[in-house]
């Protein structure tokens, strides 16, 4: 047989894929990874402005799993209302990440998010205030996070409402949702993905050809291997309080082809009670987050391990890299588990008793450290020192440094009496991972040569560069997957996607 060239070689395999291909419906159309909230705000922009979509979905229910549906719904910008003025969310941002967020994602973000809201209200969301925090005022209506539990926690809410109405208005539009299809490869020619080769759930391998392929399949919380090599030790070990399904495929499929990935060591997600691991009437709420940053969080040695006023996400995050993540503990008393245990959405005190969690109860520290299983003496010291630092105003200066700043999910340290004293086994809760593809303000992939992936775009939870970082920093996954998203498909329109939503041009192309 005669040799051939790699060109001739990326020629042939594109030939034989037309040959096989399932069309995806125009030269000049977008194929969607994922049927989230970014893949699908993208599909309806890509429609209006022009362009011919398919999505394709790994997921073959109707209601089909991801965490766009069983959200709380909950759009904000580190916390703030999102039509807070551009320039206080970009300070918030900056400050939730301490600077690790890109500055150019941050401005598409900050900038486009009031505006973005707006476009999905005028696309079949009911967006209303949904409970008295600041940053509750632009919530997916019927509103969730009203009972605890999963169960009740999405049907019919709003979330879930709104993706049937996404779906619905894009095969209105003529754009397809294909359910059972996975994808497993990219297309690539001269350097520029023109598709994907897809399984279907009956085990049929297609081909759908594109300008411009858009992952938007999410992380790889649900991906045990990534997950040890990248978060935990034991994967097993983590309460998985969302859908679980993001299986990394979008941000292999990227790194086959030479993209960059970044911040695959952080997730968001809340601090659990252990029971969580196997409770559905545990998560995604009650969350033990104020607690824990208020009190002591230790390991198996009863010694403390972690910043615990940096807050929940980062404590959830520390909580999953522990040898033995389920041997942790909140260490209180119970001033503190009256008070601030009734505090935040869904408190957890009483719930998480009441649904049959464990929580300890001793008249002294010794006794605690008896039921609880952990080391008397080291326990007593970390209470002690931790209570000293406190009292003298220093707990920076701890052999692990507490911060004192109060946040939405963190609560300044406050003094442990060591009577009347309680106890609660923690685990991590993840719900999406914060690393990924590494972009450009323009959603566009960024290989390891710093230059973009012509025809290949990622939004979402595929992407790194909003979140994550040393400080596990959270900014708002909803907000993040509907600005990018809308910022994807109006690149490939050739929209300007720095501006407002803007109106297609004739400069298409990923």
């Given at each position: 047989?005669?040799?051939?060239?790699?060109?001739?070689?990326?020629?042939?395999?594109?030939?034989?894929?037309r040959d096989s291909a399932v069309d995806?419906g125009a030269s000049d159309g977008l194929?969607?990874?994922?049927?989230?909230?970014?893949?699908?705000?993208?599909?309806?922009?890509?429609?209006?402005?022009?362009?011919?979509?398919?999505?394709?979905?790994?997921?073959?229910?109707?209601?089909?799993?991801?965490?766009?549906?069983?959200?709380?719904?909950?759009?904000?910008?580190?916390?703030?209302?999102?039509?807070?003025?551009?320039?206080?969310?970009?300070?918030?941002?900056?400050?939730?990440?301490?600077?690790?967020?890109?500055?150019?994602?941050?401005?598409?973000?900050?900038?486009?998010?009031?505006?973005?809201?707006?476009?999905?209200?005028?696309?079949?969301?009911?967006?209303?205030?949904?409970?008295?925090?600041?940053?509750?005022?632009?919530?997916?209506?019927?509103?969730?996070?009203?009972?605890?539990?999963?169960?009740?926690?999405?049907?019919?809410?709003?979330?879930?409402?709104?993706?049937?109405?996404?779906?619905?208005?894009?095969?209105?539009?003529?754009?397809?949702?294909?359910?059972?299809?996975?994808?497993?490869?990219?297309?690539?020619?001269?350097?520029?993905?023109?598709?994907?080769?897809?399984?279907?759930?009956?085990?049929?391998?297609?081909?759908?050809?594109?300008?411009?392929?858009?992952?938007?399949?999410?992380?790889?919380?649900?991906?045990?291997?990534?997950?040890?090599?990248?978060?935990?030790?034991?994967?097993?070990?983590?309460?998985?309080?969302?859908?679980?399904?993001?299986?990394?495929?979008?941000?292999?499929?990227?790194?086959?082809?030479?993209?960059?990935?970044?911040?695959?060591?952080?997730?968001?997600?809340?601090?659990?009670?252990?029971?969580?691991?196997?409770?559905?009437?545990?998560?995604?709420?009650?969350?033990?987050?104020?607690?824990?940053?208020?009190?002591?969080?230790?390991?198996?040695?009863?010694?403390?391990?972690?910043?615990?006023?940096?807050?929940?996400?980062?404590?959830?995050?520390?909580?999953?890299?522990?040898?033995?993540?389920?041997?942790?503990?909140?260490?209180?008393?119970?001033?503190?588990?009256?008070?601030?245990?009734?505090?935040?959405?869904?408190?957890?005190?009483?719930?998480?008793?009441?649904?049959?969690?464990?929580?300890?109860?001793?008249?002294?520290?010794?006794?605690?450290?008896?039921?609880?299983?952990?080391?008397?003496?080291?326990?007593?010291?970390?209470?002690?020192?931790?209570?000293?630092?406190?009292?003298?105003?220093?707990?920076?200066?701890?052999?692990?440094?507490?911060?004192?700043?109060?946040?939405?999910?963190?609560?300044?340290?406050?003094?442990?009496?060591?009577?009347?004293?309680?106890?609660?086994?923690?685990?991590?809760?993840?719900?999406?991972?914060?690393?990924?593809?590494?972009?450009?303000?323009?959603?566009?992939?960024?290989?390891?040569?710093?230059?973009?992936?012509?025809?290949?775009?990622?939004?979402?939870?595929?992407?790194?560069?909003?979140?994550?970082?040393?400080?596990?920093?959270?900014?708002?996954?909803?907000?993040?997957?509907?600005?990018?998203?809308?910022?994807?498909?109006?690149?490939?329109?050739?929209?300007?996607?720095?501006?407002?939503?803007?109106?297609?041009?004739?400069?298409?192309?990923?």
């Amino acid at each position: 047989m005669r040799p051939v060239s790699a060109a001739q070689a990326g020629a042939m395999l594109m030939a034989a894929a037309r040959d096989s291909a399932v069309d995806s419906g125009a030269s000049d159309g977008l194929v969607v990874v994922g049927g989230g909230l970014a893949g699908l705000t993208a599909a309806v922009r890509a429609t209006e402005l022009g362009i011919k979509v398919v999505v394709l979905e790994a997921g073959t229910e109707i209601k089909y799993p991801t965490n766009s549906r069983y959200t709380g719904g909950v759009f904000h910008v580190a916390f703030l209302d999102v039509h807070t003025d551009p320039a206080k969310l970009t300070t918030a941002v900056e400050r939730a990440t301490a600077g690790h967020a890109d500055p150019g994602l941050t401005a598409v973000l900050t900038q486009r998010i009031s505006t973005a809201v707006r476009w999905l209200g005028n696309h079949g969301a009911t967006i209303g205030t949904g409970g008295d925090l600041k940053f509750m005022k632009n919530m997916l209506h019927p509103y969730s996070l009203q009972v605890p539990g999963f169960s009740k926690h999405w049907p019919d809410k709003g979330a879930d409402r709104l993706l049937a109405e996404l779906e619905r208005q894009l095969i209105a539009a003529g754009g397809r949702f294909l359910r059972g299809a996975r994808a497993t490869s990219l297309l690539m020619q001269d350097k520029r993905c023109h598709g994907a080769v897809v399984r279907r759930a009956d085990g049929r391998i297609e081909t759908y050809l594109a300008s411009a392929v858009l992952l938007a399949d999410g992380g790889f919380q649900g991906n045990r291997e990534m997950i040890r090599r990248y978060i935990s030790p034991r994967p097993e070990a983590l309460c998985q309080r969302g859908a679980a399904t993001g299986m990394g495929d979008g941000i292999r499929m990227a790194q086959a082809v030479g993209a960059q990935v970044a911040d695959m060591d952080r997730f968001y997600g809340h601090v659990q009670c252990s029971e969580a691991l196997t409770d559905d009437q545990l998560w995604p709420y009650p969350i033990l987050d104020i607690v824990a940053s208020a009190a002591v969080v230790v390991d198996s040695t009863g010694n403390r391990f972690t910043d615990e006023g940096l807050g929940g996400v980062s404590i959830a995050n520390a909580i999953a890299r522990q040898n033995d993540p389920l041997k942790t503990f909140v260490i209180l008393d119970n001033v503190l588990w009256e008070s601030i245990g009734k505090q935040f959405l869904l408190p957890p005190n009483p719930t998480i008793e009441e649904r049959g969690a464990t929580v300890f109860r001793a008249a002294g520290l010794r006794s605690l450290a008896h039921q609880t299983g952990l080391p008397a003496g080291p326990l007593e010291s970390t209470i002690d020192e931790y209570n000293r630092a406190v009292q003298c105003g220093n707990p920076g200066a701890l052999d692990v440094p507490r911060t004192g700043e109060s946040s939405t999910l963190g609560h300044p340290p406050a003094t442990i009496s060591k009577q009347g004293m309680v106890a609660i086994p923690l685990c991590a809760g993840i719900t999406y991972t914060m690393g990924g593809v590494i972009i450009d303000n323009r959603c566009r992939v960024i290989d390891r040569d710093g230059r973009a992936i012509q025809g290949l775009l990622a939004a979402g939870s595929t992407i790194a560069g909003l979140e994550g970082g040393p400080a596990s920093g959270y900014i708002g996954g909803l907000a993040k997957a509907l600005v990018l998203g809308l910022t994807a498909a109006e690149q490939v329109a050739g929209a300007d996607p720095s501006g407002p939503l803007g109106e297609r041009s004739e400069n298409r192309g990923g």
